[in-house]
Each structure stands twice: as structure tokens, then as C-alpha cells.
């Protein structure tokens, strides 16, 4: 059955530094998504992106965010300066299709910890 | 601002009970409600809701919304240690690509 990976699946990094977290979408799914679950607390829509550019973003999703499909497999989430509050499980999920009628599935999580 | 508000908060039970999760809603474009079964990471899928009245069945675990009160409901029967996990409520927002997603409900499930 087809799945959505993501890579690492931990990654502990200082703050300020910059990270990337990687997903592999659904190979036929066009619609693409970061999430992000703060330890204990909801699941946060972060960002949609589909044709190569960003459909929607939360709040949270500020300047220090950003995405990008590389190639014709991966998504990235890239975060700058990480601070110590982006400390989180990030979910990657896609779906088929758009708007909210579709199933999203999602990836494993990668697990941020920012020192 | 949107809100979706899921109770209990957690829940523990023996085998072999039925159980109900609610999920109740505030949002200004409703298109659809999801149910999700988080175990340790990734939420996995299973129901999508669109219309009032409409039970999804899946095995022991059947679902219901209902758009006039704002809420759905999640019931699962026959309660197995293997249900055990947060069971997560989302709403999908007309016109966005957007959800919503509640606090979950953590359900405890003892032999």
C-alpha cells in the first residue's frame, strides 16, 4: 500500500540553526501539506502546496518557514533559525485531491527538538 | 475563529465495552469531518463525513454527523486493547485546504 515517508525521524538541532525536514508524498497525490503537533497538544495546519506553490498558510507559518518540491518525489519544510518553541512532531500528509473532500494521509512524523 | 472541541479528553475501559467519542464544531465553512486513529505517530484515516445522518461503518467502529447540532460522533463496540490510541477530529473548510483538528481524545482500553 502506498505510503508517505518522511526523513529523519528524529532531528535535534541548536537553536538558530537551520533545518530541513523531508517527506515523500503519495507518488499520484498533487496536494501537499505540513503539519506540526507541539508535545500533548493539536495537530497545526502549517501550509497547502500544490503546482508548485503555496495554497495556504497558517499563522504560524511566518517568514522563518518555508517549502519546496526539489524534484518530482520530495517536499521539504526548511525552517532558518530555529527557536526553541519549534520544538515539535512535523507531519507531512497528501491527498489526491483538493479541498477539504479528499483524504489526507499522512507521514510518519519527524520529531524536532531544538537545544 | 474556527474551533472544533472533542470529549472526553480521555477515557479508560475494559474489553469488550462501546464507547462514544464526540466531536463538536464552530467553523464558518463546513465542508467535511474526519476521524483519525493516532496510535504512536502518524494519525491514520478512518472515516470522512460530508452529509447529516449518513452512518460510515467500519467493522466494530461506526461514525455519524450530524450538521444541524454541530457534532459527530465516533462510537466503537466491542472495545479491544488493540483501540487503544488518541482518535483525533478534524473539520475540512470550504474554499481552503484547510483542517481544522481537535485535541483528540486519548482512549484507554484494559484487558
Known amino acids: 500500500e502506498p505510503e508517505v515517508t518522511q526523513t529523519p525521524s528524529h532531528q535535534v538541532t541548536q537553536m538558530g540553526q537551520e533545518v530541513i525536514l523531508r517527506c515523500v508524498p503519495i507518488?499520484?497525490?498533487?496536494?501537499f501539506y505540513w503539519y506540526r503537533q507541539i508535545l500533548g497538544q493539536k495537530v497545526e495546519f502549517l501550509v497547502s502546496f500544490y503546482n508548485n506553490e503555496i495554497s495556504e498558510k497558517s499563522e504560524i507559518f511566518d517568514d522563518q518557514f518555508s517549502v519546496e518540491r526539489p524534484d518530482g518525489s520530495n517536499f521539504t519544510l526548511k525552517i532558518r533559525s530555529t527557536k526553541l518553541e519549534d520544538s515539535a512532531m512535523y507531519f507531512c500528509a497528501s491527498s489526491e485531491g483538493r479541498r477539504a473532500l479528499y483524504e489526507q494521509y499522512f507521514g510518519p512524523g519527524t520529531r524536532l527538538t531544538v537545544t | 475563529e474556527d474551533k472544533v472541541v472533542q470529549s472526553p479528553l480521555s477515557l479508560v475501559v475494559h474489553e469488550g465495552d462501546t464507547v462514544t467519542l464526540n466531536c463538536s464544531y464552530e467553523?464558518?465553512?463546513?465542508?467535511?469531518l474526519l476521524w483519525y486513529k493516532q496510535e504512536k505517530k502518524a494519525p491514520t484515516f478512518l472515516f470522512m463525513l460530508t452529509s447529516s445522518g449518513i452512518e460510515k461503518k467500519s467493522g466494530r467502529l461506526s461514525s455519524i454527523l450530524d450538521k444541524k447540532e454541530l457534532f459527530s460522533i465516533l462510537n466503537i463496540t466491542a472495545t479491544q486493547t488493540g483501540d487503544s490510541a488518541v482518535y483525533l477530529c478534524a473539520v475540512g473548510l470550504g474554499r481552503t485546504y484547510k483542517y481544522i483538528f481537535g485535541t483528540g481524545t486519548r482512549l484507554k482500553v484494559l484487558a
Open positions: 507518488s499520484n497525490h498533487l496536494y
Open positions: 467553523v464558518t465553512n463546513f465542508r467535511s
